[in-house]
């Protein structure tokens, strides 16, 4: 008896699990925001003319650069010659800083990366906080996103959020996976399945 139960309980499941799979497949995506290209960056941050940035981080403000209705900016940040290997993280400031990194730079190297930092707070203060020594920081305002039509930006919860929604990893044929370890060294080429 306690098999049919389990039995029937089952089915009635995987009837109901089904059931709600075409409202799913059709439900529309999250409403997102249009991208606004620069037609030259803006420099927008500078700090080699005066003195590095500490752990503490440094906030700007973008007001002058951008419309009132601004969800997202998109900047090129570069770490110029840090006294330590550090990392440097890119978010809105008065909001919690994520425990993520932007951009990964060692000891006197110079490195850059694009940067997208949702704003959501209805401000335009950027923060960027350096993990460790001291290291001068450029920044330069390369677009925004504005709500409307056009390329859309979403944003996500950061990395560990259970909400992120991220779509579940399909394997291609011949490229790395869980099974396959791979190491990549700079002096060497890339293996033949990588190309």
């Known amino acids: 008896m306690r098999s049919r139960s389990t039995g029937v309980l089952l089915a009635g499941l995987v009837a109901l699990t089904l059931a709600e799979l075409p409202a799913q497949a059709t439900a529309q995506p999250a409403a997102g925001s249009s991208f606004t290209t620069l037609d030259e960056p803006v420099r927008v941050l500078d700090t080699r003319d005066g003195m ?49 990194s932007n951009l990964n730079v060692r000891a006197g190297e110079v490195r850059s990366n694009a940067v997208t930092v949702p704003i959501t707070a209805g401000g335009t203060r950027v923060s960027l906080y350096n993990h460790a020594g001291n290291v001068h920081l450029v920044a330069d305002l390369s677009g925004y996103y504005t709500a409307g039509a056009g390329s859309y930006f979403t944003p996500m919860p950061p990395p560990g959020s259970s909400t992120r929604g991220l779509p579940a990893h399909r394997s291609t044929p011949g490229a790395a996976s869980p099974s396959r370890s791979t190491t990549w060294c700079p002096r060497k080429p890339p293996p033949s399945w990588s190309t």
């Open 52 to 100: 590095p940035i500490s752990q503490a981080g440094i906030s700007f403000d973008l007001d002058e650069f951008l419309p009132g209705d601004v969800t997202a900016v998109v900047l090129n940040v570069t770490a110029v010659s840090p006294t330590r290997a550090t990392y440097v993280t890119a978010h809105e400031a008065g909001t919690p800083r994520p425990a993520v």
